[in-house]
């Protein structure tokens, strides 16, 4: 056997090998996210609400894994505890969303749930928070388990658009 076929043979045999570590090198591992429901957001007891939501809120909210944060808009409705409304994210599709919740006390929690469109993931998200002044801040949790590299929960906050 020549010296250059004992060459290939070796090489033959190690490219699985070597495939193995070059694909399990390049995968990068996120943490194990948790997976939330609507049920552990809806109030036991709703009290008289402290704050009527009702106006247009500008702010942001941050996905902690990736360090990314996006605009996003409220237009909210509130009679007694109950708040309709819309949301639309600044994000790469312009999202649209439904927005559906109460109020109790100076609590919110917040169901979201996106319209559709072509980019917009179908999951829908629970945004948790007090109402203080002209401010809403809080926690929104993604229902199900996110993708790979995005978290299920994180900061949330908007400030009340004044009247002109």
């Keep these: ?13 190690r490219w699985p090998v070597l495939v193995a570590v070059l694909l399990l090198g390049g995968c990068v591992r ?10 552990e957001f809806e109030f036991k007891d709703l ?3 402290a704050a009527d939501v009702s106006g247009v809120w500008h702010g942001a909210w941050v996905d902690p ?3 990314k944060s996006e605009d996003v808009t409220f237009e909210l409705r509130q009679k007694g505890n109950t708040v309709k409304g819309a949301a639309e ?24 749930t996106p319209l559709g469109g072509p980019y917009s993931l179908p999951l829908r998200s629970t945004w948790v928070g007090t109402v203080s002044n002209q ?8 229902h199900g388990r996110p993708r790979p590299g995005f ?4 900061p949330w906050s908007a400030e009340r658009e004044k009247k002109r």
Aim: a positive charge; zero cysteines.
């Design 65 to 67: 894994l990736r360090k």
């Design 47 to 49: 009290r008289p609400p």
């Design 30 to 39: 996120y943490p194990e996210q948790p997976a939330y429901g609507r049920g």
């Design 1 to 13: 056997m020549s010296r250059t076929g004992g060459v290939m043979k070796t090489a033959l045999r």
């Design 135 to 142: 401010t809403l801040a809080g926690t929104w949790y993604l």
């Design 89 to 112: 994210f600044r994000d790469f599709a312009d999202t649209r969303a439904d927005v559906s919740g109460k109020i109790s006390d100076d609590a919110v929690s917040l169901l979201v």
């Design 151 to 154: 978290a299920s929960s994180g």
